[in-house]
């Protein structure tokens, strides 16, 4: 077993892991993150206007209860992950924007989207969650899904987002045995000794291996 305990962010699972194999090690692994870019200011206006409102007026197929809207720090216990002849380990963290209070007393986990809902790099942001929140004992997470926000075909460009489109609940079938089978992979790239080779024309290897050449 290894005896460090790694520290991973949903969104670092999610699209990082797609993009650069090299970028996620030096995040996750190496502490050398990427800068982060801006909010997404329209984004943030379509996830606030949910605050309170109940599921079934915001989205048919929505599993019953009400939209919460916070800023919210979670962070699992560690989790233990096999892999052959060893086991590693790992805590989920971050903050959530957006949770469901089911009706039956469980939670709902929801990312707002305007393209692309349906993706594997959603999926593992969504357990990821999922696991953080039941592992530090929010409660039992029953629901998995995007919200996907259709703008008004007829709406003017500078219209308010929040008022002018309409909600299509996509869910998430849970399937923690591939979720872990991926932390797997994940942690087993974390434990080597140096990094992978960088994506070819990743943009942010590029810059590194540029700057290294020119001493800037």
């Not at 909010?39 to 989205?59: N, Y």
């Not at 939209?67 to 892999?83: A, D, M, N, T, W």
């Not at 380990?89 to 957006?98: K, S, T």
Request: charged share 20%; with cysteine; glycine share 10%.
């Amino acid at each position: 077993m290894s005896d460090r305990i790694w520290t991973l962010a949903p969104a670092d699972l999610g699209t990082l892991w797609e993009e650069c194999a090299r970028c996620f090690y030096l995040g996750a692994g190496g502490e050398f993150p990427r800068p982060v870019g801006g909010a997404d200011a329209s984004l943030e206006l379509l996830v606030s206007a949910l605050e309170g409102r109940r599921t079934e007026r915001v989205a048919a197929g929505m599993p019953g209860g009400v939209l919460e809207v916070g800023h919210r720090s979670v962070q699992s216990q560690p989790l233990s992950i096999q892999v052959p002849d060893s086991s590693y380990r790992c805590v989920i963290r971050g903050a959530l924007d957006l949770t469901v209070a089911l009706d039956d007393a469980t939670l709902g986990v929801v990312e707002v989207a305007r393209a692309e809902p349906r993706t594997a790099a959603r999926g593992r942001r969504l357990h990821a969650w999922a696991h953080a929140l039941e592992s530090a004992g929010a409660g039992k997470v029953t629901a998995l899904g995007v919200l996907l926000f259709r703008p008004a075909p007829s709406a003017p460009a500078d219209a308010p987002v929040s008022v002018t489109g309409s909600w299509e609940w996509l869910p998430f079938e849970r399937d923690d045995s591939t979720f872990y089978g991926f932390l797997a992979e994940a942690l087993s790239l974390l434990e080597r000794p140096v990094p992978p080779g960088g994506r070819p024309l990743c943009p942010w290897c590029v810059y590194r291996d540029a700057s290294r050449r020119t001493g800037y």
